[in-house]
């Protein structure tokens, strides 16, 4: 019985904190647009194809015959 005198304040602060936490985040935005950021990979066309044509120059094969990756 007498751990409740210390458990049933510590859950009240607990929740009030939780609860600040949570009003906290709601008014800075963190909940305005979920699925925008997700939704904004897939429309970056321009970006993602000049990426691409600097990764295919990069991953080019040298035309040696020897790529070091035979056994000789």
């Known amino acids: 019985m007498d751990s409740l005198y210390l458990?049933?304040?510590?859950?009240v602060i607990l929740i009030g904190v939780?609860?600040?936490i949570f009003l906290w985040?709601?008014?800075s935005?963190?909940?305005?647009?979920l699925e925008g950021p997700a939704h904004?990979?897939?429309f970056?066309?321009?970006e993602a194809d000049s990426?691409?044509?600097?990764d295919a120059?990069?991953?080019e094969k040298p035309n040696d015959e020897d790529d070091g990756l035979t056994i000789k």
């Open 18 to 20: 939780i609860m600040v």
């Open 51 to 54: 990426n691409e044509k600097e």
């Open 7 to 11: 458990l049933i304040p510590l859950s």
């Open 25 to 27: 985040a709601v008014k």
């Open 40 to 42: 904004s990979i897939l």
């Open 44 to 46: 970056e066309e321009e």
């Open 29 to 33: 935005g963190q909940f305005d647009d």
């Open 57 to 59: 120059d990069f991953n």
